[in-house]
Nanobody, 114 residues
Framework: QVQLVESGGGLVQAGGSLRLSCSNS????????MGWYRQAPGKQRELVAD???????NYAESVKGRFTISRDNGKNTMYLQMNSLKAEDTATYYC????????WGKGTLVTVSS
């Protein structure tokens, strides 16, 4: 059974940092790709970053150089380190994982005050 649980969201001032976590109690080793998506009010959900089981990463242009995605198979957790946060990063952040089909978490809210 897959249950992705995000945590780490909250309120932060512009220029600050947050680290998001996405965990699955059944492990993440078998997920071929895991990623972070976000959706701001009134906007479509968009890819923030993803990482393959081999460790290859991909980032949206808007977060390159500021965000870092990683995964720790031993801790059954994927992370998103977010630095130099901007007001436009405000959104609900979702974890997605692929094992044949795609699974989604319920999201964690990140609010960046300017």
């Amino acid at each position: 059974q897959v249950q992705l649980v995000e945590s780490g969201g909250g309120l932060v001032q512009a220029g600050g940092s947050l680290r998001l976590s996405c965990s699955n109690s059944g492990g993440i080793l078998s997920f071929t790709v895991m990623g972070w998506y976000r959706q701001a009010p009134g906007k479509q959900r968009e890819l923030v970053a993803d990482i393959t089981s081999g460790g290859s990463t991909n980032y949206a242009e808007s977060v390159k150089g500021r965000f870092t995605i990683s995964r720790d198979n031993g801790k059954n957790t994927m992370y998103l380190q977010m630095n130099s946060l901007k007001a436009e990063d405000t959104a609900t952040y979702y974890c997605r994982a692929r094992r044949g089909i795609y699974y989604w978490g319920k999201g964690t809210l990140v609010t960046v005050s300017s």
